[in-house]
Structure formats: structure tokens, C-alpha cells
């Protein structure tokens, strides 16, 4: 028998989704963010990039305002307003104290009690091999949600007022060939679809295929996979590392 995934926690009120590029989190779990903000909840995204070394055609220069906007419309599509960039730069970010730091003052700005990124992992189960970004802002992320709660580390983020937040209860990873968890996606599912057709620059050097064909079979696909593990609900799936 096969077996089935925990639904996601529910008694909380502010999570912080971190991620490397826009599109990580439009490709992951943007049908659960949607219903989440539906419910009230306050879902604030932080991106480490702005992703201008994605799209081959477009410099840099060029790309990254490009993609900050349209990451800003497909936040607003599933009902989230507040997104932050960092400025590490696309494609060759770097694990280490910077970007935990960097990840903490926004865990102490923030306050979340659910942290959420993307697979940190060498591989996409076992047969894709995972971008280093990617690798990078997912450790960082479950490595920042004990940093921020420690005043003896990064003690100059107290000098800036960012007092240490120890709030943070769990940290959901989606994306990953280990899911524990799930969120029912038929809620949020059409928005979804609008939140990822925003990205409709990187998708169309992507792909021949109609955009909006290509994200609902793309979602449809993603989503449907997890249905035999959650009931036959279609549902976006976590791994939940609780803390």
C-alpha cells in the first residue's frame, strides 16, 4: 500500500517562502500558496536572484528588471504582495555565512513560523542533477532558521535593530523526491497556472509549445502525481523538517 502523505500544519499565520530564481517557487508550490493566503495567511516571497543569467537571448542588464517584474505579477496572482531580492548573482551563488545571513535578517525582519524553499539537493530524484543555486539558497534557508533565533550568531544584525526571531517551527521543502506533506491544489490550482504563465518571457525561449498549454500541463502533471499519496486529491508535496 502505498504511503500517504501528512497534510501540511495549520496553525500558523506568516511564512517566508525562499528561493533562488523567479519561477522556482511558480514552478513548486504557487497552488499552495494561493489557497494558504485565501485562508488569511501572510506569505512573503524573498529571492535570492533576480534571474538575469536565465534567458540566453536577453543580457543581464536587460533581463533581470524584465524578470523582477514579472516575478512581482505572479506573486500578486496567488495573493502575495510583499517580494524582496538580494542581489546575489544568478548562476554562481555561493553557500556560506553571507547568504545565511542574509536569509536570518529576513527570518528577524519577517517573523515567519513556516520557512519555505526549494529542493536542496544534488539531484532531482536520483536522475537530473540539481543547479548549485538552487543547492545553495535551499541549505541556507534550513541552516538561517536556527541562525536567526541565535543572538551569538550574526550579532551585527542586532546592531541593526533585527532582534533574533526563534519563531521559525518548520521548514517545508517542496520539490523533492522525499515528500512527507501535502497541500490540496484544486483551490489554488487555476491561479497557479496565472502565476506561472506570468514568467511568459522565460517561458516562451523555453518551449514552442503555447504557454498557457505548457504551464497547465506542466501543474497538471506535477500535481496529479501526487494524488495517490493524498487521497486522490491532486496536491502540491513538501518534505517538513520540523524544528
Known sequence: MTEQLEPMPTDWRRALAVVAHPDDLEYGCAAAVAGWT????EVTYLLATRGEAGIDTIAPAECAPLREREQRESAAAV????????DHQDGVIEYGTAL???IAAAVRRHRPELLITLNHRDTWGGVAWNTPDHRAVGRATLDAAG???NRWIFPELREQGL????????VAVA???RP???VDATPGFERSVRSLLAHRT???VLTDEDPEAYCRRFLTGTTGAAAERFGGRPAVTFELFAR
Open 147 to 149: 541562525d536567526a533565533g
Open 38 to 41: 485565501d485562508e488569511g495567511r
Open 163 to 170: 532582534e533574533p526571531w526563534d519563531g521559525v517551527r518548520w
Open 202 to 204: 522565460y517561458i516562451e
Open 175 to 177: 520539490g523533492t523526491d
Open 180 to 182: 512527507t506533506h501535502a
Open 100 to 102: 545565511r545571513r542574509d
Open 79 to 86: 495573493g502575495v504582495a510583499a517580494v524582496e531580492f538580494l
